[in-house]
């Protein structure tokens, strides 16, 4: 079973900067689209931001502007940058990939913290 493993999140005040990174062994990047998420306690999942396997981006309104999405196929590794953090993005984010039974068929990770104090 191929299980993605996030990294990254930590502790940052409002206005800072943190960058999550997406990867598994046995995961192949360029063969995959992949989504980001995430859960705040007490909430239900959220989508956040998406890149197809040809470099589409798409994200949710509430981060648009602030958070950017991309990947390094030399490293099979997408990552997601996040800049100005409020409050409000404190959540657990995870990693999901799609596009073909292959890529859906990898397991969500553990997930990354990630908590914004003001």
């Known amino acids: 079973e191929v299980k993605m493993v996030e990294s990254g999140g930590g502790s940052v005040q409002a206005g800072g900067s943190l960058r999550l990174s997406c990867t598994a062994p046995?995961?192949?990047?360029?063969?995959?689209?992949m989504h980001w998420y995430r859960q705040a306690t007490g909430k239900q999942r959220e989508w956040v931001s998406s890149?197809?396997?040809?470099?589409?981006?798409s994200y949710a309104d509430s981060v648009k502007g602030r958070f950017t999405i991309s990947k390094d196929n030399s490293k099979d590794t997408v990552y997601l940058q996040m800049n100005s953090l409020k409050p409000e993005d404190t959540a657990m984010y995870s990693c999901?990939?799609?596009?073909?039974?292959?890529?859906?068929?990898?397991?969500w990770g553990q997930g990354t913290q990630v908590t914004v104090s003001s």
């Open positions: 046995g995961f192949t990047s360029n063969r995959c689209g």
């Open positions: 999901k990939p799609y596009g073909g039974s292959w890529c859906g068929a990898i397991s």
């Open positions: 890149l197809s396997s040809d470099g589409i981006t």
